[in-house]
């Protein structure tokens, strides 16, 4: 059993920045990709950031693009969303997902594309 919490994220005003954590527990694997997804009430789940490490890239939504950094560790099976210039339309819940298995069309973009996810982590930008 692979188990992934999120950590970070809260409150903070528009323009204000801040960071999400994603780290793995449970049985020993290697993991190929790892990326974060929201969901906002009433709105269906949207794909934020993925990162694969082997070669390594990473990809982002249109709405994030240049105002959030992906990064993370292939050997600890860690992930960090790093947010700048928060936008109100940016509060959500935020899932971090795991893809433990290697292949597959990139870049992965859909929620199937992962075999593992956390619980969330709230985010909310104040106008």
């Known amino acids: 059993q692979v188990h992934v919490v999120e950590s970070g994220g809260g409150l903070v005003q528009a323009g204000g920045s801040l960071r999400l954590s994603c780290a793995t527990s449970?049985?020993?694997?290697?993991?190929?990709?790892m990326g974060w997804f929201r969901q906002a009430p009433g709105k269906e789940r949207e794909f934020v950031a993925t990162?694969?490490?082997?070669?390594?890239?990473?990809y982002y939504g249109d709405s994030v693009k240049g105002r959030f950094t992906i990064s993370g560790d292939s050997t600890k099976n860690t992930a960090y969303l790093q947010m700048n210039n928060l936008k109100p339309e940016d509060s959500a819940k935020y899932y971090c997902?795991?893809?433990?298995?290697?292949?597959?069309?990139?870049?992965?973009?859909?929620?199937?594309?992962?075999?593992?996810w956390g619980q969330g982590r709230q985010v909310t930008v104040s106008p």
């Open positions: 990162i694969r490490w082997d070669p390594q890239s990473t």
């Open positions: 449970g049985r020993t694997f290697s993991s190929h990709a």
């Open positions: 997902v795991v893809d433990g298995r290697p292949g597959g069309d990139w870049p992965y973009t859909v929620w199937v594309d992962y075999d593992y």
